[in-house]
């Protein structure tokens, strides 16, 4: 079967061979060159119309990549590789399967089973580009990203990215705290050296508007002579941005395939095998020069004294302070008074505190406060006996003036106190003027017992049963009605708020 443009072509050519148009006028109506209508006239006045056919129809190319080895491949990708992406995987074939397939090719098998990892796009607006530092420690960027990097729970990656060049810094914690940002900035510091700038987002914990001026770390950069710059937009630190999506995309497979569950092992993966073997060997770059601008530490600065947590406290007049709740004194011994001065306590995590007042280290010890004695009931007695005949001396004056009134002004007892006490020594005598007990924990609109025996019943025989459902099956079957929140609050007081939790119960029962 012919197409229509096929048709058209062997209709002219016959009409050229039948001398009915002219070669020239089928080189306009065709678009060919004058060549391919010359060929198109020999072949065919041998062959006919098989002329228009190709001659590798129905051939397969010589190229072609064999069936076996794409179910092969397809195969892994659904059992093994399912979370890679197809620059990672194609890496993964051929370095784990000995595979090698062309990119483009992958992406058609992977296609046709579905599996493509698609980046998220989004329109935004347009930003800039800015043009990679010249050298080395001229600025780096740091940030921290939590996801589900390895097992069920989400961690924190802390990482440091060098503007230049792209050599990484990274290291798992639980969450980003100014103790990990200081642990990194220190192992930096300790194997490059004090860089220039460093460039971070807006978070209060590097001293951005919800912690301006007493951020840990912009303390710390400043005593080590590092700049802070802050982005005004995650694009603006676009690289560590960047740097985080890739991670993202081959670190969580990787931990998978090693079976790696705990962030003890994850460091070490990080550390030792994949930034020095992958990160540096392919996603580096050279710099414009190969000028460094990292300074070696000064001989005169302690990264003991700076990658700590320091505060401040104000010494009061008999030379103690508190500290997380605590009293503390100075026993040191001080010639001349600093009450009303700051002390700085240094907090290195893991250790005890030490405190510090113009660079020399003083010696503390907390002060134990003597604790209340127990009340005495006879004491509680007497003191209600007391209360008890103020009361009622406040009544008399007001029995005596014959004037409520003229009596309120001259005790200091409202009107309507002396009006309730003497309706209450009318009806129950001097002992109605004790304080009254606190009233019962039963809410005035807490479910009645019946409803809640029913509902807790109606619960344990059907434990699948949600909040919503068990309110509405009590309404239409046993006309028993209750709010969703009102079963609920009696799960919570019973401790079958969860299914288990109504499964053990009812076994127990």
């Excluded at 190709?54 to 069936?67: C, I």
């Excluded at 809640?452 to 699948?464: D, K, R, W, Y």
């Amino acid at each position: 079967m012919l197409n229509s443009k096929a048709q058209l072509t062997v209709d002219v050519i016959a009409k050229v061979a039948e001398r009915k148009i002219t070669i020239a006028n089928a080189v306009k109506l065709l678009n060919k060159s004058r060549r391919t209508i010359e060929r198109y006239l020999k072949r065919y006045r041998e062959v006919g119309i098989r002329f228009v056919v190709h001659g590798n129809t129905g051939k397969e190319p010589v190229n072609k990549t064999p069936n076996s080895l794409k179910q092969q491949v397809q195969s892994l990708i659904r059992e093994k590789y399912y979370d890679v992406n197809l620059l990672h995987l194609g890496e993964l074939l051929q370095a784990n399967e000995h595979i090698e397939v062309k990119r483009e090719t992958l992406r058609k098998w992977a296609h046709d089973i579905h599996h493509v990892k698609r980046a998220k796009r989004r329109r935004g607006r347009v930003h800039k580009r800015r043009e990679r530092m010249e050298s080395v420690g001229l600025m780096l960027q740091m940030d921290g990203s939590t996801h589900r990097w390895f097992g069920t729970q989400k961690t924190c990656l802390i990482a440091m990215i060098d503007d230049a060049n792209s050599q990484l810094f990274a290291e798992f914690f639980h969450a980003e705290t100014t103790a990990g940002c200081l642990k990194l900035l220190r192992s930096v510091v300790e194997k490059k050296g004090v860089f220039k700038t460093l460039y971070v987002d807006r978070a209060g914990i590097f001293g951005g508007p919800k912690r301006c001026n007493f951020s840990q770390v912009q303390r710390a950069c400043e005593e080590l002579g590092i700049e802070i710059i802050f982005a005004s937009s995650p694009q603006g630190k676009g690289r560590i941005e960047r740097a985080f999506d890739t991670l993202q995309d081959r670190l969580v497979p990787e931990f998978r395939m090693r079976n790696i569950t705990d962030m003890a092992a994850a460091n070490a993966y990080l550390q030792h095998v994949f930034i020095p073997q992958v990160w540096h060997k392919k996603m580096t770059v050279k710099p414009s020069t190969t000028d460094s601008e990292y300074q070696p530490i000064p001989n005169h600065v302690n990264l003991d004294d700076i990658c700590i947590t320091k505060v401040h406290r104000k010494i009061r007049n008999d030379h103690t302070f508190t500290y997380k709740g605590q009293f503390y004194f100075i026993e040191s011994p001080i010639k001349h008074s600093i009450a009303h001065q700051k002390i700085e306590i240094r907090n290195v995590i893991g250790k005890q505190f030490d405190v510090y007042f113009a660079g020399r280290k003083l010696t503390v010890s907390p002060v134990i406060e003597p604790t209340k004695a127990p009340l005495d009931k006879s004491y509680t007695t007497h003191s209600e006996d007391i209360e008890i005949q103020k009361k009622l001396d406040v009544l008399a004056l007001a029995d005596k003036l014959g004037n409520v009134a003229e009596a309120s002004r001259l005790s200091g007892v409202s009107r309507d106190t002396i009006y309730r006490h003497r309706k209450l020594v009318k009806e129950g005598g001097a002992d109605a003027l004790k304080r009254q007990e606190p009233p019962s924990l039963h809410h005035k609109n807490r479910t009645d017992k019946a409803t809640e025996q029913i509902v807790i019943e109606f619960s344990l025989a059907n434990p699948h049963l949600g909040q919503v459902q068990v309110s509405r099956l009590l309404k239409s079957e046993r006309n028993v009605t209750i709010h969703a929140s009102g079963v609920r609050n009696i799960w919570l007081r019973e401790k079958m708020n969860t299914m288990a939790l109504r499964i053990d119960k009812s076994s127990v029962k």
